[in-house]
């Protein structure tokens, strides 16, 4: 499944419709949408244009509107009755029946008594709300994780992002504690950065790329991915198709 997330918030809701049309234009895995938390009025909006760019569904969270990373101190939370005031209006905007609309809850980690038992308590309300899935965000056990699936009885997300508060279990693990879904939010992401900090500090040091050609993707493995030959072959036939048409 991939998945995109733009987390600070200072995405909006534009840009993001944009970048899910461009990555449901390249492949036909199913597509899940952090929207963070909908951008107020703009809600019905948004999920009437994932629903056409072929999105698969959206997360929808219980922050305040500034909000955070939910891994990072000092995040802050709506009431239950806001989130489900959200996601009501997300499913009021939605025609498409398959789409998916998950619920996220930051309670277990925020700067505050909530906890658990207040995750799994407006976990449920957003259940009784119609909500198809839940986001579990920043547990810390694999107890926990059994706890949480345990009382909640759809579909649970689990954010195994690194460096954060989760440790990083392995799919096994998680698989015996209920979870269905895993996220991998920016393991690609951190391993393509480190990479390219080494190869910048190569060509500095050594004057080339040459140490770091057996690192890379070939042209070939590109082209093959890309299908570029067919596509070059295309444009080399309607050439000559156009060039027949002029003589």
Same mark, same amino acid.
């Given at each position: 499944m ?39 009025? *703009? ?8 629903? =056409? ?9 219980? =922050?305040?509107d ?6 990072r101190?000092g ?8 989130? =489900? ?11 498409? +029946? ?45 107890v926990?994780?059994?706890?949480f ?13 690194e460096?954060?508060?989760t ?13 269905? @879904?895993? @996220?991998?939010?920016?393991s ?11 190869l910048?500090?190569?060509?500095? +040091?050594?004057g080339?790329?040459?140490?770091? @050609? *057996?690192?890379? =993707?070939?042209?070939?493995? @590109? ?25």
């Amino acid at each position: 499944m991939a998945y995109g997330r733009p987390d600070l918030g200072l995405t909006t809701r534009a840009e993001v419709i944009e970048e899910a049309r461009r990555i449901t234009a390249v492949t036909s895995l199913p597509l899940l949408v952090d929207v963070d938390t909908g951008w107020g009025d *703009e809600i019905t909006d948004c999920v009437q244009e994932l629903e =056409q760019t072929g999105a698969a569904g959206l997360q929808l969270e219980d =922050q305040v509107d500034e909000k955070r990373c939910g891994h990072r101190p000092g995040k802050r939370l709506v009431s239950t009755g806001e989130m =489900q005031a959200r996601l009501s209006a997300a499913l009021a905007a939605r025609k498409d +029946s398959s789409f998916i609309i998950m619920a996220r809850t930051d309670a277990c980690s925020v700067d505050s008594a909530e906890g658990l038992a207040a995750a799994i308590d407006r976990s449920l309300a957003y259940i009784e709300t119609g909500a198809d899935m839940i986001f579990v965000e920043a547990l810390t056990s694999l107890v926990e994780y059994r706890q949480f699936t345990e009382a909640v009885r759809v579909p649970v997300l689990a954010n195994l992002t690194e460096f954060g508060q989760t440790p990083l279990f392995d799919r096994e693990q998680m698989t015996q504690t209920g979870v269905s @879904l895993l @996220l991998y939010p920016l393991s690609a992401f951190r391993v393509m950065s480190k990479a390219v900090e080494g190869l910048y500090a190569s060509i500095r +040091s050594d004057g080339s790329q040459r140490a770091w @050609l *057996e690192r890379m =993707q070939t042209r070939e493995e @590109l082209y093959e991915l890309l299908d570029y030959l067919a596509a070059e072959r295309a444009q080399d036939a309607q050439h000559k198709k156009d060039h027949a048409k002029t003589d």
